[in-house]
C-alpha cells in the first residue's frame, strides 16, 4: 500500500469524505479514537456507505492516552487502569468502526515513562492474541533508541511506526533505516503540509513538468520508491485521483535522489 486515507480533522464531513476516498480507490484508512481530532463512527459510517468489503480494507486507528484527549470527551474512564482505558478504546473503536477486528492498532505517543509504554504495550498484544487486532504500531516516536528498544524488548513487534515526516526530525533518516532493514512499515504524515519548500523546490517542479503530474504526486512518488506510506488527507476529489496515480509514471532512480537530497 503506497497512500493511506488520513482521516483527521473532517469533522461532519468524514463519513462522506471517507466513501469519496474509498469509492475513488483508497484502500488503507487511518484514523483514532480521539474524537478532539477524528470522527471514528464517520469513518464506519463512510465505510458502510461505500459498500466495499471489510476483507479488501486496511483498518488501522490509535488509542490516544488521557494526554493527548480533550478533557471533555475522553473516550474511556481516565481514572481507570491503563488496561481497562486501553481496552474500552479498542472495544469503542471496534463498535464506530462496525468491525470484529482492526488490521492496525496505534499507540498515538509513547506514554510518559518507557515503562507506561511497554505496559500499555503488553496489553496491545493482548489484542493480537485474542484475533481482535492483526498487527501494532507507534506514533510521534522519533527517539531512535527508545524506538530500538521498544523492538527490541516486546513481543509483538512493532510493524508500524507513524511520524511526521518533516525537516525538525531529520526526517528520520537513522528510524527510517532501522524500519526498512526490520520489517517496519514507516508511515509519514504531514508529508505536504509540513514540506512546502520541497513541493516548490525546482527539482521537485521541474519533475513535476516533465511527467505532467502535480508536484505532491512527485513527492508521494519519491516517497513511495524509498519505503515511506504516505498519509494522504486531501478533501477534494481531483486530489484523490491524481494521488492515487503515483505510481503511473516511471521516475529515474537518481531524480529521487535528487529530491532526497532536499529532505534534510
Ligand atoms: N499520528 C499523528 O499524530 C498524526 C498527526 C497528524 C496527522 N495524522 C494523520 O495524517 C493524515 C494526513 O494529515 P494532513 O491532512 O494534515 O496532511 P497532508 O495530507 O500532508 O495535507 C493535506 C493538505 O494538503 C492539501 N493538498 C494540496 N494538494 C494535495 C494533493 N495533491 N493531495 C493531497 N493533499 C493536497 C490538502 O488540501 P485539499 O483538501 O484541498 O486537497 C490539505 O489541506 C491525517 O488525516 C491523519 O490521519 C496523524
Given amino acids: 500500500m503506497k497512500l493511506i486515507y488520513g482521516t483527521a480533522w ?3 464531513r468524514t463519513a462522506e469524505l471517507v466513501e469519496l476516498a474509498l469509492r475513488t480507490g483508497f484502500r488503507g484508512i487511518d484514523t483514532a479514537c480521539q474524537p478532539k481530532h477524528y470522527n471514528e463512527p464517520g469513518v464506519g459510517l463512510g465505510i458502510s456507505n461505500s459498500g466495499i468489503d471489510r476483507s479488501e480494507l486496511f483498518l488501522q486507528t490509535k488509542y490516544t492516552s488521557v494526554n493527548g484527549q480533550d478533557p ?3 473516550p474511556y474512564d481516565p481514572s481507570a487502569p491503563l488496561e481497562i482505558q486501553i481496552t474500552k478504546s479498542l472495544e469503542t473503536s471496534l463498535k464506530n468502526l462496525r468491525t470484529d477486528y482492526l488490521d ?3 499507540m498515538h505517543s509513547p506514554m510518559d515513562t518507557f515503562e507506561e509504554t511497554l505496559e500499555g504495550w503488553k496489553v496491545m498484544e493482548g489484542f493480537v492474541k485474542d484475533g481482535r487486532v492483526k498487527q501494532l504500531g507507534i506514533s510521534n516516536c522519533y527517539d531512535f533508541e527508545y524506538f530500538r528498544k521498544l523492538f527490541n524488548e516486546v513481543e509483538q513487534k512493532p510493524a508500524v511506526l507513524q511520524n511526521r515526516f518533516y525537516s525538525d ?5 537513522e528510524l527510517r533505516e532501522f524500519c526498512l532493514g526490520n520489517g517496519v512499515s514507516y508511515q509519514g504524515f504531514w508529508t505536504l503540509s509540513a514540506n512546502p519548500d520541497i513541493l516548490e523546490s525546482e527539482v521537485v517542479v521541474r519533475l513535476a513538468e516533465k511527467y505532467s503530474v502535480s508536484a505532491a504526486v512527485v513527492f508521494y512518488r519519491c516517497l513511495s520508491e524509498r519505503g515511506v506510506v504516505s498519509l494522504c488527507g486531501t478533501t477534494c ?5 491524481e494521488d492515487l496515480g503515483l505510481m503511473g509514471f ?3 532512480a537518481d531524480e529521487v535522489g535528487l529530491v532526497f537530497g532536499l529532505c534534510k
Fill in 10 to 12: 473532517k469533522k461532519e
Fill in 72 to 74: 471533555l470527551s475522553i
Fill in 104 to 106: 492496525s492498532l496505534v
Fill in 169 to 173: 526530525s531529520g526526517y528520520d533518516v
Fill in 237 to 241: 476529489e481531483g486530489h484523490m485521483i
Fill in 250 to 252: 516511471g521516475i529515474e
